[in-house]
C-alpha cells in the first residue's frame, strides 16, 4: 500500500501580516487630559467648602490690650480645619463684635475666644463704652415705683453720725431696677445698677450705700444742679420743766 507524499508548500504563497498600532497623536492627548482635568474640577466643586478650605473663624489682626475696646477693624475671619477640641472655643462671625471689650490681653494671628470678651451694656440697642457698672441696694419706699433702664436719678445719703444730707452722684444712668430681687425685696429693699463714668462717684456712692438712701428721678430734670450737702434740721428739744422750790418749808416752834 502506498502513501500518498505530503502536500509541500507553495514557495510562492505570500503571508498574512498584521499591521501595528499606531501611537496617540497630540491631538488625542491633549482631548485627555482635557476630559481628566474636567473631571478632577467637577469632583472638586461637589465637595463641601468644609474639606477644601476650612472653616471661617474669627481671629485678631492687631495686638488688644485688656481693657480695650475692640472694632472690627481688629478682627477678620480666615478659612481654616481646627480639631474638635478646638471648636467650641472658636467665634465663626463678627456679628456683635463692635461693642465688647477684651478681658484679658489679645495677640495678633490668634484666635478669638468668647470668652475672652464681654458685651458693653446698652440702653435701647445703643452701647454705652467707658462706664463703671454698680449694684446697690436701695430703699423701696424712697425709689420711684416706675424706674426703668435708661432712666437718670439722683442719689442722696443721710449721715447717721452728723445727720448731714449728701449728693451721692448726679443724673446717673440707670442699667437695671429690679424692685422684685431675690434677697433683698423681702427687706423692704430693692437693687438699683448704675453705670458711672468716674471712678470717685463710684467710690462716693459705695460708701454712702450704706447710710439712709433716697432715689432722686432727673430724667427730665438734667439741668437742675443739687448742693453737695445739706444740714438736716435736728428737732427741738422738749422746753425744759419749771423748777419746783426745794426749799424746806419753814418750821415754827412756840414757846409753851
Do not use: W
Amino acid at each position: 500500500m502506498t502513501r500518498d507524499p505530503a502536500p509541500s508548500e507553495d514557495p510562492g504563497a505570500s503571508r498574512a501580516i498584521n499591521p501595528r498600532r499606531a501611537l496617540p497623536n497630540g491631538r488625542a492627548l491633549i482631548g485627555a487630559l482635557l476630559v481628566t482635568t474636567a473631571a478632577v474640577v467637577a469632583f472638586a466643586a461637589s465637595r463641601p467648602a468644609t474639606e477644601t478650605a476650612g472653616t471661617p473663624y474669627v481671629v485678631l489682626r492687631h495686638d488688644v490690650d485688656a481693657g480695650e475696646r475692640l472694632t472690627l477693624d481688629d478682627v477678620a475671619l480666615e478659612p481654616m480645619v481646627l480639631s474638635p477640641a478646638t471648636t467650641p472655643n472658636a467665634l465663626t462671625s463678627l456679628d456683635g463684635l463692635d461693642d465688647v471689650v477684651a478681658m484679658t490681653s489679645l495677640r495678633a494671628g490668634g484666635l478669638l475666644d468668647p470668652r475672652d470678651v464681654v458685651r458693653l451694656p446698652d440702653v435701647d440697642g445703643e452701647a454705652v463704652p467707658g462706664l463703671h457698672e454698680l449694684t446697690i441696694p436701695v430703699p423701696r419706699e424712697r425709689t420711684p415705683p416706675s424706674l426703668r433702664r435708661g432712666d437718670r436719678v439722683t442719689l442722696l445719703a443721710v449721715s447717721s453720725h452728723d445727720r448731714l444730707l449728701r449728693t451721692a452722684v448726679e443724673d446717673a444712668l440707670v442699667l437695671d431696677y429690679e424692685p422684685t430681687a431675690a434677697g433683698v425685696a423681702s427687706a423692704g429693699q430693692t437693687r438699683l445698677t448704675l453705670a458711672l463714668s468716674d471712678a470717685g462717684d463710684v467710690a462716693t456712692v459705695a460708701l454712702l450705700s450704706h447710710e439712709s438712701l433716697t432715689v432722686v428721678r432727673t430724667t427730665t430734670a438734667l439741668e437742675a444742679e443739687y448742693p453737695a450737702q445739706t444740714a438736716v434740721p435736728q428737732p427741738a428739744p422738749p422746753p425744759a420743766a419749771a423748777a419746783a422750790d426745794t426749799a424746806p418749808p419753814e418750821i415754827r416752834i412756840s414757846a409753851p
